[in-house]
């Protein structure tokens, strides 16, 4: 059903919301978001949505999932559509997939550019903005009368800063005059300047539904990079406040979802905002909290009994062929029934419960790089799907880079906090990799650049202000490992030092931009290098590095080296050493298994028998 005939008939006594979910990078994380999505169903949104990877790298995933929700599970479900990557014709495919699939509502926006392309860049023409794509699926007899059309707005202003308020107002009001049926806004942390936004779009002559987008802080980390990525602008209040609490992962979460009530009380008190969509990042729990504390979950709708029957055949009642409250067809009755009777418990689950019982809570807390690729929430960004460099922060940062050397000297810079940011890490060095500066120093200085890393850690406190994660009265522990790009030689003299020397306590995976991959780690192997005990839990596993992981990183990885090489123009210096760097390095993981030692990984590199 149209997302606008939906809200145009809603008549509950609070407001209605959406819920966004991402294709998740691996197989295992698709999976394991399916039940996640009907358990969240079962709160009832009027719709959810599904995002399009920055450069149309998830379009395949997107569909498949999109279909899966709309089609197997009879969720109304709207696909974010962008003009990115889409060569002629693709658009066109994209909106005949989404339309088998009983898919009507599409969220229509530009997109971010892919990796690997300098600005933004439409390969097909007929398409540069989010508006195109609007007028063109409202132009064509084909698509017109079957989509519902949403677009995106940006009330703290777009983060290309393209143009200023009254602009973008502009630019929002020929969205909806091309068509567009709804508006999906950015995320914000600030109630009174999104209303005074909303005052600014009425005045415009918008008269369409806005659905502001709402992100419940999940852990102070991701909070930072979250904000940087997308430009929101965060008052001091809620800085001051995260502040005193930011090592307690539990405490940053619960604050998280009190934030986010007192942000929707706010602005539907007047009655304005009808309506809510919020940013799972794959994540349900914060969410699920959220409509429970504002009471909008209320115990299941008014069922109503159905006649079953089957759309193609001869219907007895044929005035009731239409009427969707009375009818309904042997698929949607089978999925509904499934889905009740599967996920019929999900709110209020008993405390203590490990990952295979409590599917809703075990990544909860999905720090460190890798996390678990087998949680959907495996390599969340941000908001859009965005890729988070910034080719203005990247010249002004990073600067000409044109032999080894510089590359050198600016991954020491980053160590030494002369730049508060490499293409690797969108933030400061951390304070617990401050802890081992000397030893990543070392390693930097022979040209093997680090990018990832952390020491061990033997039982501190949960609540430890450089190491603590997780709830208070815990316990946390880590294994030292270390990341860096290297060349194919110095690999060699690692993998030589590993078999020589490592006496089983080392493990290494090692791939390359060709697909190489090499490692000591049996093919099922699974290496948790950060794990939490805590009072009335099982054991949380948050860093875990195992093949599939290591490979869908590495890809990445070395998509970034592409991506930074298109800040600067073909045939320059710096476009040809990046490349160069990007097809001949490898990406190199180590880790030591002792973690009681907190100088195992260390002095196994950096000395012993075999100097590297």
């Known amino acids: 059903m149209k997302l606008s005939d939906k809200i145009a008939v809603y008549s509950s006594s609070h407001p209605f919301y959406t819920f966004e979910f991402f294709p998740p990078r691996t197989d295992q994380g698709f999976e394991n978001l399916i039940p996640r999505i009907s358990r969240l169903s079962t709160l009832n949104p009027l719709a959810i949505s599904v995002t399009w990877g920055a450069g149309g790298s998830t379009r395949e995933r997107s569909i498949d999932l999109a279909g899966l929700t709309q089609s197997d599970y009879g969720i109304d479900t709207i696909l974010h559509l962008t003009c990115t990557n889409m060569v002629p014709g693709m658009v066109d495919d994209a909106l005949r997939a989404a339309k088998v699939r009983g898919i009507q ?68 009001k020929e969205k909806v005059d091309a068509g567009a049926d709804f508006i999906v806004t950015q995320l914000f942390y600030d109630a009174d300047p999104f209303l005074e936004w909303v005052d600014k779009v009425r005045a415009k002559g918008i008269t369409v539904p806005i659905i502001p987008g709402v992100m419940p802080i999940q852990t102070y980390s991701s909070f930072l990079r979250l904000i940087k990525l997308c430009g929101v602008k965060v008052p001091p209040s809620v800085i001051a406040a995260l502040e005193p609490i930011c090592h307690d992962d539990q405490l940053v979460k619960d604050y998280g979802v009190g934030l986010a009530v007192d942000i929707i009380r706010k602005i539907t008190s007047k009655g304005t905002i009808k309506g809510i969509h919020f940013c799972t990042l794959n994540l349900e729990k914060s969410v699920q909290l959220v409509i429970e504390k504002l009471q909008w979950a209320g115990g299941s709708p008014t069922t109503k009994n159905k006649l079953i029957a089957d759309a193609p055949g ?17 698929t949607t009755a089978t999925n509904t029934a499934r889905n009740a009777l599967t996920f019929k418990q999900t709110l209020d ?111 501190a406190c949960s609540t430890d202000e450089i190491f603590g994660w997780g709830p208070r009265g815990g316990y946390v522990y880590q294994k030292g490992f270390v990341e860096f790009f290297v060349e194919e030689q110095d690999l060699a003299k690692i993998e030589k030092k590993i078999e020589e020397e490592g006496q089983g306590w080392v493990h290494y995976f090692a791939g390359n931009l060709h697909g190489e ?86 002095t196994f590199v950096l000395d012993g028998e075999l100097p590297l």
């Open 105 to 172: 509502n599409i969220l229509a926006l530009r997109g971010d550019p892919s990796r690997g392309t300098e600005h933004w860049t439409p390969i097909d023409s007929q398409f540069t903005c989010g508006i195109d794509l609007v007028r063109y699926i409202r132009s064509s007899p084909e698509f017109s009368s079957h989509f519902c059309i949403g677009v995106a707005a940006y009330p703290e202003g777009h983060p290309d800063r393209e143009t200023d308020e009254d602009g973008s107002l502009n630019v929002l």
């Open 314 to 330: 001869p219907m007895i009642h044929v005035q009731l062929a239409n009427s969707s409250d009375l009818v309904i067809d042997p």
């Open 349 to 459: 689950p008993d405390p203590g419960r490990g990952e295979v019982n409590n599917a809703a809570t075990w990544d909860d807390f999905p720090n460190g790089r890798f996390g678990d690729y087998k949680s959907p929430a495996f390599g969340a960004q941000d908001q859009w799907g965005g890729s988070g460099l910034s080719q203005y922060e990247g010249l002004s940062e990073w600067g000409h880079p044109k032999s080894s050397d510089d590359l050198t000297s600016l991954f020491l810079r980053y160590l030494h906090s002369e730049v508060s940011s490499s293409p690797f890490s969108s933030l400061p060095l951390s304070p617990e990799s401050l802890t081992i500066l000397p030893y990543l120093e070392q390693l930097t200085k022979r040209g093997w650049w680090t990018i990832s890393s952390q020491p061990a850690v033997d039982g």
């Open 517 to 602: 991959c090499r490692s000591n780690v049996p093919d099922d192997g699974r290496n948790a290098v950060t794990w939490g005990m805590f009072p009335g839990q099982e054991i949380t596993q948050t860093t875990i590095i195992e093949r599939e992981s290591f490979l869908t990183w590495k890809d990445e990885a070395f998509s970034i080296w592409a991506e930074w090489s298109s800040f600067y123009p073909p045939g320059s210096e710096e476009r040809e050493l990046l490349n160069s760097v990007r097809r001949e390095r490898w990406l190199v993981s180590i880790v030591h298994h002792d973690y009681k030692r907190p100088d195992a990984l260390w």
